[in-house]
């Protein structure tokens, strides 16, 4: 019951997470578009950026952005915050259930540290704070005005983070608090940056007094990183569905790869909506990304070849001792009212019917069982595997 009220739970808060986060990098990627093809002419009054049109949904929009409090600036303003703090509360709800909640199962792996649960979520949460402050201290810094110089040091500084976690935690516990660390400095510049400069530049012309400039250029600059960054952290939010990337033993150099894709991709769009988009920007998007699957097929782990033939009953055994505390139509590990993704193997027919499945998680990659909690050996993996391959024959 309770691990049903769990699962539960888990749907909930995700489905909020999914809404949130879709509404925030819809309203935020809007923004900068609108942002970048304001145009500007003489007709243009004092204090106005620019204007633009567009057409949607059956009639037209006339957009125009003013740099000064507009003669008829109405009572109600709409603000756009709450989607990133959802986001945040929602995400943060989900690593607090699924992995500290879970740590043993989800957040620590003893073949790399053997943590207590209350130290392994200690390190996370000191990851998530000081990947802030870093980032923070640094845009403070006179690193900050230069915008690719910066953008090529944070990446190295997140690459640094995503090798160190995957030595600390299971690969999905490590690059789920990658992505949360991203996630979490895009929301505190809204909520520490963005959303109170905006607060002071209101304030101040609707008094009537000069704004500093360097409010809005700040919170723009923000808002900017944060544009980029959307891309890899959805990659990373999504990575735990990739054993080949996160389970291989380069995981840190592909997720950076994967994210530097992303990062390249962005750029070629806001480029583009800046009326300079180079087409070959996109094609580095793409050529990154296939670099990445190059480098990962290359370096692939071959499973060792074993002598004589495995039988099917030693298999069973493998996949009783390893897998069937959760893979079972009813598990014995407490943390499963049913079997993960509904995937059990208590029959020959249902080994069998997986076994594609199986190869691709317990013996191309370690990424089952979860953690290694059982403590599955490498030559386990093999027999299982060349099994599997015999089979497949
Ligand atoms: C501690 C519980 C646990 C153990 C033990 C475990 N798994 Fe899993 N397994 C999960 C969970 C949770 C998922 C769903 C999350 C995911 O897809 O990564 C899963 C998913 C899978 C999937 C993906 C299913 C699909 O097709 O969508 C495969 C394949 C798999 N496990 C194989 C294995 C094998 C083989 C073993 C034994 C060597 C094993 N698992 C041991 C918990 C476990």
Redesign the pocket.
């Known amino acids: 019951m309770t691990a049903d009220l769990l699962a539960w739970l888990n749907l909930g808060v995700r489905w909020l997470h999914l809404i949130a986060g879709i509404a925030w990098i819809g309203s935020s990627f809007y923004f900068m578009w609108l942002d970048a093809r304001l145009k500007a002419d003489d007709t243009t009054p004092a204090g106005v950026q620019g204007d633009l049109w567009a057409v949607h949904g059956g009639g037209f929009y006339h957009k125009r952005k003013y740099l000064s409090v507009p003669p008829d600036l109405p009572e109600e303003l709409h603000w756009f915050k709450w989607e990133a703090y959802t986001t945040w509360l929602s995400g943060s709800a989900l690593l607090v259930l699924i992995y500290y909640l879970g740590a043993p ?2 957040l620590i792996d003893t073949s790399k540290m053997d943590l207590a649960p209350w130290q392994a979520i200690g390190i996370g949460l000191a990851f998530l704070a000081g990947g802030w402050i870093l980032y923070d201290g640094l845009c403070r810094s006179p690193l900050g005005q230069r915008l690719r110089l910066f953008g090529a040091v944070w990446f190295l500084i997140l690459t640094a983070a995503a090798y160190a976690l995957s030595h600390i935690f299971s690969n ?1 516990g490590a690059f789920i608090h990658l992505g949360a660390i991203i996630g979490t400095v895009m929301v505190a510049n809204v909520f520490l940056i963005i959303i109170p400069n905006q607060r002071k530049i209101v304030a101040a012309m609707l008094a009537g007094q000069p704004v500093d400039p360097a409010l809005g250029k700040r919170g723009k600059m923000r808002s900017v990183h944060n544009n980029y960054m959307t891309l890899p952290v959805l990659f990373l939010m999504v990575s ?2 990739y ?1 080949m990337v996160i389970d291989h033993p380069l995981n840190w150099l592909l997720v950076a790869g994967i994210g530097a894709s992303g990062w390249t991709i962005r750029h070629y769009f806001n480029r583009r909506n800046a009326g300079s988009g180079q087409p070959m920007i996109l094609v580095n998007g793409a050529v990154i990304f296939l670099a990445v699957m190059g480098v990962a097929l290359a370096t692939k782990p071959q499973p060792a070849q074993v002598a004589g033939v495995v039988s099917f009953s030693e298999v069973q055994a ?2 009783a001792r ?6 079972s139509a009813s ?1 014995t ?1 407490p ?2 009212a049913a079997p ?4 059990a ?1 208590d029959t020959e027919a249902d080994i069998r019917r ?1 076994a594609p ?2 190869y ?3 013996v191309a990659t370690d ?5 290694n ?2 403590g ?1 050996t490498k030559t386990e ?1 093999d027999r ?1 595997g060349a099994w599997i391959r015999a089979e497949a024959k």
Do not use: D, K, Q, W
Not at 322 to 327: E, I, N, Q, R, T
Not at 340 to 343: E, L, R, S, Y
């Open positions: 199962t989800y999905r735990n569905h054993p493998i996949v390893h897998c069937s505390a959760c893979h598990p590990n943390a499963f993960p993704n509904g995937v193997y997986h499945r199986i691709e998680r317990a990424s089952m069982p979860l953690g909690e059982t599955m993996r299982l």
